[in-house]
């Protein structure tokens, strides 16, 4: 059974993640993952927002090796698959990193249209997490 990745982080509407960040009223800055108000003094000004599920790649590269500890995806040589990890920026003026799927690295550019999607991450121990990923838009 699929259980998602962290609660709170994004929901999904259709084939798309919403991620969910946080909006300082006084300052207008957008964070994601949302800063949470129980750890401030003042939660009034701390308001939740559902961020842009399209934006822009703003830069890319491979992972073809398994991460350092804690890492939890497969490790052994015949399992681990390298994959894409990138930044995209939405229009909120944030960079998220984020999986990058549904596209080789050769094929993807600087700049590239993107939309969120979700994606299945499954570790060494037989557990699978759906999380948010971004995938190139298609052309229309």
Same mark, same amino acid.
Request: negative net charge; without cysteine.
């Given at each position: 059974m699929?259980q998602?990745l962290?609660?709170?982080?994004?929901?999904v509407?259709?084939?798309?993640?919403v991620?969910?960040?946080?909006?300082?009223r006084?300052?207008?800055v957008?964070?994601?993952?949302?800063?949470?108000?129980?750890?401030?003094d003042?939660?009034?000004?701390?308001?939740?927002?559902?961020l842009?599920?399209?934006?822009?790649?703003?830069?890319?590269t491979?992972?073809?090796?398994?991460?350092?500890?804690?890492y939890?995806g497969?490790?052994?040589?015949?399992?681990?698959?390298?994959?894409?990890?990138?930044?995209?920026?939405?229009?909120?003026?944030?960079?998220?990193?984020?999986l990058?799927?549904?596209?080789?690295?050769?094929d993807?550019q600087?700049?590239?249209?993107?939309?969120?999607?979700?994606?299945?991450?499954e %570790?060494?121990?037989?557990?699978?997490f759906? %999380?948010?990923?971004? %995938?190139?838009?298609k052309?229309?």
């Amino acid at each position: 059974m699929t259980q998602m990745l962290a609660e709170a982080l994004f929901r999904v509407d259709g084939d798309r993640a919403v991620l969910l960040g946080s909006r300082r009223r006084a300052s207008g800055v957008v964070k994601f993952p949302a800063e949470r108000p129980e750890l401030f003094d003042s939660t009034e000004d701390i308001e939740p927002v559902e961020l842009s599920t399209e934006g822009t790649l703003f830069t890319f590269t491979t992972q073809e090796f398994p991460p350092p500890l804690p890492y939890k995806g497969k490790r052994a040589p015949d399992q681990f698959r390298p994959y894409v990890v990138g930044y995209i920026e939405l229009p909120e003026g944030l960079l998220v990193e984020a999986l990058v799927v549904g596209a080789d690295a050769g094929d993807l550019q600087l700049g590239q249209p993107m939309v969120s999607t979700t994606t299945v991450f499954e %570790t060494a121990d037989g557990n699978s997490f759906l %999380t948010y990923a971004f %995938t190139p838009a298609k052309s229309a």
